[in-house]
Structures are given as C-alpha cells and as structure tokens.
C-alpha cells in the first residue's frame, strides 16, 4: 500500500482523454455483461473455481497473441512490480467470490451489488488519499448504498448470504481499481491485462484442486468459450479505461452495467425485478 500511496495519481487529464476512457469504459461493460452472462450458465453445473481457471485457460491465448501484437510481451519486468501483482490478486480474489455467487443471484441484481465499486472508490480516495470530495459526493455515496440495501433486500424472505459474496467482491474490485489507476505509464496496459490473467488462474488452482473437479460436455465447453473470448477483451478495455481518464470522471460510467445486465437477465433467463430492485438500480 505505501508504494501505491507514493506513486500517487496524475492530477490533470485532458478532456479528450477523459471522452476516451468514459467510452472504453461503458464498452468494457458491455463486454462484461456477455463475459459474465456465459459465467453464469457455465457456473450452474461446475464449480467456480473450475469455471475462473478454465475461462482464464481460454482467455491466455487471446491476451498472449494480443501482447506480442501491442508490444506488451517487451515489459515483462511487470510481474515483479508490487502494484500489478496486487491489483491482479485482489481481481482474482473478488473474482472467485463472484463466480461462486453467481449462480444463486439474478445476474442483474448481482451487476447492481457490484455498482457499489464507485462509491466506495470514491471514499477510499478521500481517505487514503485526502482527496477533496465534497457533500455532493457525500449525498451520492449516501444514496447510492441505500439503492444497494433496496437491490440486495436483507430483510426480505430470500437468503442474502451470496449477495453479501458480491459485496465483498466490490470492496475487492475498488481496491483493485485504485491500484489499477496509479500503474506506473511505463507498463502497457495489455502487459498488465497478461500479468492480469495468470494470477487470477494460479489463485483458481487451489480450488479446483481442492473441488471435485466435474466433467463437461459439448454446451458448457461453449459457454466456457464465450466466457473466455469476451473476458480477455473486457479486462483490456476496462484497464485501459482506468488508466486513461480521471477515475474520478470514468468509473462512475461503469453504472451502464446495470443496462447491460438487465437486458442480458431478460432475454437469456427472463428476469425480472420487483419494484424495490427496480428502484434500487435507478438510484
């Protein structure tokens, strides 16, 4: 955490960079709710810590080829810098607490636990980093959690244990972002995308290991696929969205997930939300 700290934030960013990031970000996304959409009709019949490590055994590949491609095969020096490793860790933390929810939530209630990584972006900044967040920013983060309570219905007559898993993988994933958005400029972002996708892996190894490990057939091999297809890029673009604005500016664009997953719930397993959780996702 101290190399973080002294690394510290660029201060100024164009606004064109800014326009950039916001668009790299509501893509990301977009190609998360495809990604997590096929995660969870993997997750219904394997365990997740066989679906993180054979989705990431797919996604290699892709992020290989693309890193002799961009050049980022040039820097591997970033699997020794403490920030890259860490941020990979906490992805990979978060990520196997998310896959093992995931089957038991609504993939749209799920997506909305996760919006909460913003907000609590927002309050990690102003107190590791004393940046100035005014009562505007305050009143948002106010609102904001309790549109999560509103989602998440703690007190309702469904079980809330794994979307208390999905919380956790939000306070998880806001680490990682902050971290992600101080990744010295020297470092691709496709090389930490590679570094990314190795670590999360290795930290699924366990799992499966320790999981009675399932056959699959012909449907879940292809969902597996799709899984691992659409991952690869969605990690690149979403770093790159980080790394390239303001996070301040850019990661409150991951809200457009809430669309994306909402519709992705509805033609696939025809979710749809009460009113609560309709109204939760708005606020």
Known sequence: MSDLIRRGPRSVFLATENLRGIMLMIVARL????????????????????????????????????????????????????VVVSRSVLEGTGTLAFVAALPYVMLGQSTVILLTVPIILVALSALLFREDVGWRRWAAIV?????????????????????LLTQFTAVCWAFRDLMTSRIV????????ALVNTIIVALLAVPGALWQEWRGFGTQEALYLLGSGGFVAFANFLYIDALRTGAIAVVAPFR????????????LVWGDIPDWLGVTGTIF
């Open 143 to 163: 609102v904001g959690f309790a549109g999560v309570i509103m989602v998440a219905e703690p007190f309702g007559a469904h079980p809330t244990y794994y979307l």
């Open 255 to 266: 809200y457009s997930a809430a669309i994306w997953a909402s519709i992705a719930g509805f």
């Open 31 to 82: 190609v998360f709710a495809g990604s997590d959409t096929f995660t969870k009709l993997a997750s219904t019949g394997l365990p997740a810590s066989e679906v993180v490590l054979l989705r990431n055994v797919v996604s290699l590949p892709i992020v290989l080829v693309m890193a002799w491609r961009l050049g980022g095969s040039r820097h591997l020096d970033a699997f020794r810098d403490s």
């Open 185 to 192: 400029g020297r470092i691709p972002t496709i090389t930490v």
